[in-house]
């Protein structure tokens, strides 16, 4: 049963600071690129960061480039966002994925709230 977990989002003040995880199960997690998305109330789900299976890659929504850093932990199966600087348009609820072809999963989500 394919499974990814998100947690660590919450409560947080403009210019904080969280770390997003997601602990993946029942698939080849290092076979697949793993990806973070979010969506905000009445916008659509945007893409907002990207690991390559082997970490060698990464790409960053402009949004959020030079404030967001993905990482991933193969031994461990899980994927992360460290999420610095935060803004009030950051809020959202944030969305694991993991993708191999055809393959696409997701997590439940979790909730980001940037507010003072």
């Known amino acids: 049963q394919v499974q990814l977990v998100e947690s660590g989002g919450g409560l947080v003040q403009p210019g904080g600071s969280l770390r997003l995880s997601c602990a993946a199960s029942g698939f080849m997690f290092t076979r697949f690129a793993m990806n973070w998305y979010r969506q905000a109330p009445g916008k659509e789900r945007e893409l907002v960061a990207v690991?390559?299976?082997?970490?060698?890659?990464?790409n960053y929504a402009d949004s959020v480039k030079g404030r967001f850093t993905i990482s991933r932990d193969n031994a461990k199966n899980t994927v992360y966002l460290q999420m610095n600087s935060l803004k009030a348009e950051d809020t959202a609820v944030y969305y694991c994925n993991g993708r191999l072809g055809y393959d696409d999963y997701w997590g439940q989500g979790t909730q980001v709230t940037v507010s003072s």
């Open positions: 690991i390559s299976n082997t970490a060698g890659h990464t």
